[in-house]
């Protein structure tokens, strides 16, 4: 598998925990919104990075309702936590890079007090409802889009102007990218990516960067066949397919009625597995960092009933985007209990279906 420098394809990682989890590993919900519900005020520029500095406190106790909740995996806070963000506003090299840090301690930490002070291994010992002995339990370093540090909204337009270019991207996130992955997360999530553009950047500097944390590529859409720049889909899953150090590939912060349809498409283009996190089905208003309802959707995080369905289609890492919270999270993860207990649903065959064979 691998190219002789000592490196194995990232999927086959991943493909170890989704079993040990039950086949389907559960992800957080919202981090973002979730500290707005706890009154973190997110009118800012650098949106929830704002927090690091601020509530770091909160930033833990979400991770650990998300864990109670039945998560597998917590999001770090660092999705618009960056050097140059933090650096407008006047802080030094060191001090940001310090902040991004903090960010994957601080979900450690969390996981450290849920697992009962066993903070080495990836793993819980005990289960809140004790129907499993031990299960996974990750830390994702969030790398948001390009557009989440413009903080105007771009990451659902992928409307970067022509100036900016896939060598313009790579330097933006290079160094973040490095300072995230020496933190020790156990994955990357580079989520709400626009177009293809961001993850060609992406796939890059996971090689040339020689990063081997395991990475999950999620993008954005509004359409439910393209991108939100309007790439195909299957053209964007088809640069994290080709990419050794991608595990996942899917969708973040999309309405949850355009899921299913992306996840049949992205399947017909890899066989990594793929993750799927839908938000509320509201939109997103930069100007006055608001959600609105759209039209059609209701602002319902009640997305639960529709698990087993995107299981059935090939979806193995599951959770919830903006405005969810652990309170869906508890339902994916009752749903997903239940999808095993009546055992109706499709069960990819490991190492054939569901995870990447190739190098
Ligand atoms: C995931 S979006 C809601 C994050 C906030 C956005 N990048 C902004 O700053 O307006
Ligand atoms: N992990 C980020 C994604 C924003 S789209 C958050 O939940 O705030
Ligand atoms: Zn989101």
């Known amino acids: 598998m691998g190219r002789g420098d000592g490196y194995d394809d990232a999927a086959g990682a991943l493909r170890g925990l989704v079993r040990e989890a039950g086949e389907c590993l559960v992800l957080d919900g919202a981090l973002g919104t979730e500290l707005e519900a706890h009154g973190a005020d997110l009118q800012d520029e650098l ?37 140059q963000g933090f650096q407008s506003r006047g802080l030094s ?26 903070s080495k291994g990836p793993y819980a010992g005990r289960e809140n409802d004790g129907s499993r002995e031990r299960r996974p ?38 160094r973040r990218l490095q300072v995230l992955a020496d933190a020790g997360p156990d994955l990357i999530a580079f989520e709400t990516i626009p177009n293809k553009l961001e993850a060609q950047a992406y796939s890059e500097l996971l090689e040339e960067n020689d990063i081997r944390i395991p990475a999950w590529f999620s993008f954005t859409s509004k359409d439910g066949a393209n991108a ?46 793929i993750v799927v996190y839908p938000n509320s089905g509201e939109t997103y208003v930069a100007e006055t960092k608001e959600w609105v309802d759209s039209a059609g959707a209701s602002g319902t995080t009640d997305f639960a009933s ?50 990447s064979q190739k190098s």
């Open 47 to 83: 949106w929830s990075a704002s927090c690091l500095v601020s509530a770091p406190h909160i930033i833990r106790k979400v991770h650990l309702d998300y864990l109670e909740a039945g998560a597998n995996i917590i999001t770090t806070a660092s999705y618009q936590a960056t050097l």
């Open 93 to 118: 090299s060191e001090q940001s890079e310090t902040l991004l840090r903090r960010s994957v301690e601080i979900a450690q930490e969390a996981r450290a007090i849920f697992v009962e002070g066993r």
């Open 137 to 174: 339990v990750l830390v994702a370093a969030s790398v948001g889009s390009y557009g989440a540090y413009l903080a105007d909204g771009s990451e659902y337009t992928g409307d970067y102007g022509r100036s900016v270019t896939k060598e313009a991207l790579k330097n933006f996130h290079r």
């Open 228 to 273: 939100a720049s309007g790439d195909p889909i299957t053209e964007c899953a088809a640069v994290a397919d080709s990419c050794r150090r991608v595990a996942s590939v899917g969708i973040n912060c999309t309405a949850p009625g355009l899921i299913h349809g992306l996840i049949l498409s992205i399947r017909k283009v890899t066989s990594k597995a």
């Open 306 to 355: 529709c698990v087993g369905k995107w299981r059935e289609a090939g979806a193995s890492v599951v959770g919830g985007c903006c405005r969810t919270s652990p309170a869906t999270v508890g339902a994916i993860a009752r749903a997903l209990r239940e999808a095993d207990a009546a055992d109706v649903f499709y069960r990819p065959k490991p190492c054939s279906l569901v995870f």
